[in-house]
């Protein structure tokens, strides 16, 4: 008996540590997936991103809604921000988009998995006073959709979405 546990603690030092890294080996290769952005002419492949974000029924003072769409066309890239506060309109603008920015951006989602989320159907529950914001993607035959209420946001389990989000309301032309 001793001579098997002489023999079962060492392998068990090795498998184990090994056996837990390849969880975390296979979320890195979902995460780091590189996108082919364009086609075989050299056209941009078609890709459209959307988020739209609302406060919901604050005060009007407190009021806010950002809406912010990529879109790549063939040959051009546009992004349109509409931000509103205390019910004004603060931000109404469509701008073209370098190739270069659009790649970086591009680069940052894919490597917080996007790509990985799945294709959510909207809410079907209403509640009074409670807006549903939602990040929506689509590159190809890739989609995702994922909806949320603001409360949602702090959640610890948020990590990968609120970076989405981050990066989708940094984006400026």
């Known amino acids: 008996m001793i001579s098997f546990l002489k023999f079962l603690v060492p ?8 056996l837990l890294l390849v969880p975390q080996l296979e979320a ?4 780091t997936q590189v996108w082919n952005l364009k086609n075989h002419k050299g056209n941009w492949k078609p890709m459209e991103l959307v988020w739209e974000e609302s406060s919901g029924a604050v005060a009007p003072e407190f009021r806010y809604g950002k809406q912010y ?7 051009k890239i546009l992004l349109t921000r509409k ?6 309109q603060i931000l109404n603008e469509t701008k073209e ?5 659009y790649e970086s951006w591009m680069q940052k989602l894919s490597k917080v998995g996007i790509s990985s989320l799945p294709f959510e ?14 990040v929506s993607f689509q590159l190809g035959s890739t989609k995702s ?12 389990s948020w990590k990968q979405k609120n970076s989405i989000i981050q990066i989708i309301e940094r984006m400026k032309p």
């Open 121 to 134: 159907s909207p809410p079907t529950e209403t509640m009074t006073g409670v807006s549903y914001n939602f």
């Open 69 to 75: 769409r990529l879109v790549a066309g063939q040959n």
């Open 145 to 156: 959709r994922f909806y949320y209420r603001l409360e949602e946001r702090k959640e610890p």
């Open 11 to 18: 392998v068990c030092f090795v498998l184990f540590p090994g």
């Open 97 to 101: 988009v370098s190739a270069k920015l």
């Open 83 to 88: 931000v509103s506060r205390a019910n004004k």
């Open 28 to 31: 890195k290769k979902v995460q």
